[in-house]
């Protein structure tokens, strides 16, 4: 009798778990860049009805959050590197430095994915003047972006959908709420801004 070869569809034999490192590092800075960018904005709209203090502080938030996602990225995974360069050394293993992580790569896509979150409550925010109708759009439009990036992750990881979006945009609005409401807890407290 001849060995039967089964043929494994190339999508089931896929590791998607490859696709870890750099899927976190994309969903990751993508949703804190809408989320924290977002919760920035809220709070900010709590407590000032100016559409100039709203996208301000959103353009802040973008450029503040882009650096430090970059920067921590990089330092993560230079790190990392660090520690699979000694390992190699330790075992003999110098033909595999091609597979090494680039720390410079992983800082660009952090700040990228961040500040392509952190632009739709801008836009959302950019072209309303009404205060009320500004706050609900930001929240809107946040929430619909929240729910397409859970989607994405959910597919390019082969995670079930629902429970990912759900998740994701549960997360963004809990901050957002947290945020908005802190914030106009202090403002009506006497505060001055």
């Known amino acids: 009798m001849g060995a039967i070869e089964t043929q494994i569809p190339e999508e089931e034999s896929f590791d998607y778990s490859q696709r870890a490192q750099w899927l976190r590092a994309a969903v990751l800075g993508a949703n804190d860049g809408l989320v924290s960018t977002a919760s920035l904005m809220m709070g900010v709209g709590a407590v000032k009805k100016e559409a100039t203090a709203m996208i301000l502080t959103g353009f802040a938030g973008l450029f503040a959050g882009s650096c430090s996602m970059a920067i921590g990225e990089f330092v993560s995974v230079y790190s990392q ?55 609900a759009v930001v929240a809107s439009a946040v929430s619909l972006a929240l729910l397409v990036f859970g989607g994405v992750g959910a597919v390019l990881g082969k995670t079930p959908k629902l429970k990912s979006c759900v998740r994701v945009v549960i997360g963004g609005w809990m901050a957002m709420a947290i945020t908005f409401g802190l914030t106009k807890l202090m403002g009506s407290s006497g505060m001055e801004m």
Do not use: C, T, W, Y
Request: glycine share 6%; charged share 25%.
């Open 81 to 135: 590197r660090d520690i699979q360069l000694s390992q190699m050394k330790r075992g003999g293993n110098d033909d595999e430095k091609e597979r090494l992580p680039n720390p410079l790569q992983a800082a660009m896509a952090s700040a990228l994915a961040f500040a392509l979150g952190a632009v739709v409550p801008l836009l959302a925010a950019a072209f309303i003047a009404d205060h009320k109708v500004r706050v």
